[in-house]
């Protein structure tokens, strides 16, 4: 088996939705997601396609490998990797095929049939942060079943901030945000787990801070407090509080990793498989922290059928936290007809891993077309 093309196109989802096919010369062909944005279609057809045309899709490790090998200066993060990852998918999905079982199958098998899910929904609904808006949100996600949920807390208060950049938080932006985590938690309870996203906008000193006051409400995880480059900085963080702090969306590849576990500098991690390299470098990544007995949570900013790749590495590992659903991303309805794995991929708030060959999932075709973003032509 050969691969004879690969091809790239963008749909205008609630982020520039990417997604990658690579065609064989025994007419199966297989699809990706790569990591939203501008620029990955292009790395997908213009420097990655030539890499691997004429060889063997089912080598999926070594073609990755090499994907990064002959990228290097541009493949340790960023839109290279974001699109190795998109190609690596769809590698995989091929490979399923070709040999007509799951991708989770060939990852070693599965731990789980059902994935616990967090629903990321972001703040109240049109972006807005009062402690009603808030615990009205709240409440949405649990009538949809979810049994955790996640709001962003930057950018909630910055009518009170001292200065827009930086990273410090006022007293009555702490004030604020305590009031709206206490919001949430009076709306819901503690029955259901609450995580709150910082996404690495403060200082040390200024985010203990806020964790201290946030403690009382029992968060799951309290995430990317500071940004996670520094690992000592993440590490402080880390040892002056009771909340599990997470981290890792932004951190990319195995080598990436590899400090912020073996320090321990965070309490779980945040692996997107579509911006860190793929399945199995979400799996290895996740392996590597069970070293560590550290959990594994997977991110997703993705639509649903880079929710379900990620589902494949995430039920193959046995350190599973939960994986992220974008549920601020509801505005863009037709997104759940875009993937079809023959029943519902989410029910009673889990995430059903589809049990067919490669990702288990047909793409409808004709939705895609009709929310290409301008500009984009189809596969
Ligand atoms: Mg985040």
């Given at each position: 088996m050969k691969i004879v093309d690969v091809k790239a196109m963008t749909l205008k989802g609630y982020k520039d939705w990417n997604y990658v096919k690579v065609e064989t010369d025994e007419g199966i062909s297989g699809i990706g997601e790569a990591h939203p944005g501008e620029g990955i279609s292009d790395a997908v057809v213009k420097r990655l396609k030539p890499l691997i045309v004429?060889?063997?899709?089912?080598?999926v490790e070594p073609l990755y490998t090499h994907m990064i090998d002959r990228t290097i200066g541009q493949s340790s993060g960023g839109i290279m990797v974001g699109a190795i990852g998109g190609v690596e998918t769809a590698l995989w999905d091929v490979a399923g095929k070709a040999i007509g079982v799951p991708v989770y199958q060939l990852l070693g098998?599965?731990?789980?049939d059902r994935l616990r899910v967090y629903a990321?929904?972001?703040?109240?609904?049109?972006r807005t942060n009062t402690p009603e808006a808030w615990a009205e949100r709240a409440k949405e996600g649990v009538a949809d079943g979810f049994q955790s949920i996640k709001f962003d807390i930057?950018?909630?208060a910055n009518e009170l901030?001292?200065?827009?950049?930086?990273?410090g938080l006022s007293l009555a932006e702490l004030d604020k945000m305590e009031a709206l985590v206490a919001a949430v938690r009076e709306a819901i309870g503690y029955e259901i787990d609450l995580c709150i996203d910082?996404?690495?906008?403060?200082?040390v000193r200024d985010v203990i801070l806020l964790a201290q006051r946030l403690?009382?409400?029992?968060?799951m995880f309290l995430e990317?407090?500071?940004?996670?480059?520094n690992i000592e900085a993440m590490g402080k963080v880390t040892a002056s509080t009771s909340i599990p702090i997470c981290t890792g969306e932004w951190v990319h590849r195995r080598d990436g990793f590899r400090r912020l576990i073996e320090t321990q500098a965070c309490d779980m991690l945040h692996i997107d498989i579509s911006s860190t390299g793929g399945i199995l470098e979400g799996k290895k990544i996740a392996d590597l922290a069970d070293l560590y007995y550290m959990p594994a949570a997977f991110h997703n900013i993705v639509s649903p059928l880079g929710m379900v790749a990620s589902a494949h590495a995430a039920a193959a590992?046995?350190?599973?936290?939960a994986i992220e659903l974008p549920?601020?991303?509801?505005?863009?309805?037709?997104?759940?007809?875009?993937?079809?794995?023959?029943?519902?991929?989410?029910q009673e708030g889990e995430f059903v891993l589809p049990q067919g060959p490669g990702l288990g999932v047909s793409f409808n075709e004709d939705l895609a077309r009709e929310h290409l973003k301008e500009g984009y032509s189809f596969f």
């Open positions: 004429g060889k063997d899709p089912r080598n098998g599965k731990y789980r990321d929904v972001g703040r109240g609904r049109n930057d950018g909630s901030q001292h200065d827009p950049v930086d990273r910082c996404h690495g906008k403060y200082n403690e009382k409400f029992q968060l990317d407090p500071v940004p996670p480059e590992v046995r350190n599973l936290h549920y601020h991303a509801d505005q863009v309805d037709w997104r759940w007809e875009l993937v079809d794995s023959g029943e519902p991929l989410i």
